[in-house]
């Protein structure tokens, strides 16, 4: 069997169509097609029920699923590697960050470390900790910042941790108080985050331990929309201190967040196990040099 063979099957799943993952692979349709029934024909077992637009695995699909993305992933793998030997003169990084607190936090040193190493090229990827954790299981990212995962799957490097601060409209009931229990919270209107953000997950959480549900007013993942629905006064929001801080304008009362200690700890993130090309080594020692940027 060949990788583009595997590499095609895979994406077909990943997509849910051959159409989709042509458009994916950047090859034709019947191209792609045809390598999975070459795929077929060499393993002598079908891999994918067709029922018109519609595919699902046979037992065996699944199987020959997991094994093509292990395949897929020491390719990679080994790939880096090779890289590796002209001692980051070449090579790539394909990094994950946070939406939240991308600006303040790593603009800075992604600037740095493009000085430091102009010839790695990195891929950017950016999202919720769920979608960037799943993409680094699928060997589409190789490290990614996420708040600090439990799972055993990934391994992990600390960088910051930050209080939670509440964004409230300007003539909210508690707008003078000093710092605020979330459970003052539970008749207002609250902005969230979109599903694939572990920190809305703890939000909702800490809610439910607090003796209430939120009322939810809208979602989003990008923290100057939810400041301006806030100063719009649609609801309250609660964001990391140090992206709290960025967002303060008229129309917005910012206080700290005294119970729970609700925290953003963001860690770096790779799979457990996998290889840290010297790439990723090179962005992981930058981290532990300069650390998140200084702050009052």
Same mark, same amino acid.
């Not at 060949?2 to 990943?14: A, G, I, T, Y």
């Not at 969230?192 to 599903?195: A, D, G, M, R, T």
């Given at each position: 069997m !060949? @990788?583009?063979? *595997? &590499?095609? @099957?895979?994406?077909?799943? &990943?997509q849910g169509g051959f159409t989709q993952a042509g458009r994916a692979l950047h090859a034709t349709q019947s191209t792609i097609s045809k390598q999975v029934a070459q795929l077929e024909q060499r393993l002598d077992v079908q891999l994918l029920e067709r029922n018109g637009p519609h595919l699902r695995l046979t037992e065996a699909g699944a199987l020959v699923l997991r094994r093509a993305e292990e395949m897929l992933r020491l390719r990679q793998d080994l790939q880096s590697e090779l890289h590796d030997l002209s001692q980051l003169k070449r090579g790539e990084l394909r990094l994950g960050l946070p939406l939240l607190g991308g600006e303040v936090l790593f603009a800075e040193l992604f600037s740095e470390y493009r000085r430091r190493y102009p010839n790695i090229n990195v891929h950017l990827a950016e999202g %919720?900790? =769920?979608l960037l954790e799943q993409a680094i299981l699928q060997g589409d990212l190789e490290l990614s910042g996420s708040l600090t995962p439990t799972d055993p799957a990934f391994d992990h490097q600390p960088f910051c941790n930050e209080p939670l601060d509440v964004l409230l409209p300007a003539d909210h009931p508690l707008h003078d108080q000093q710092s605020l229990a979330l459970a003052q919270l539970a008749d207002s209107a609250f902005l *969230? /985050?979109?599903?694939s953000f572990t920190l809305n997950d703890r939000l909702l959480q800490a809610c439910k331990q607090a003796g209430f549900t939120p009322r939810e007013a809208g979602r989003s993942g990008q923290a100057d929309f939810l400041a301006a629905l806030v100063a719009a006064g649609q609801g309250v929001v609660l964001l990391p201190r140090i992206v709290a801080r960025q967002l303060e304008r008229p129309g917005i009362i910012r206080l700290p967040l005294r119970e729970p200690d609700l925290r953003w700890d963001i860690a770096f993130v790779w799979r457990r %196990?996998? /290889?840290l090309s010297k790439a990723a080594q090179a962005w992981l020692a930058l981290l &532990? !040099? =300069?650390g998140p940027l200084a702050r009052p």
């Open positions: !060949e @990788f583009n063979q *595997l &590499r095609s @099957f895979v994406e077909v799943v &990943r %919720g900790s =769920k *969230l /985050y979109q599903q %196990g996998g /290889y &532990r !040099e =300069k």
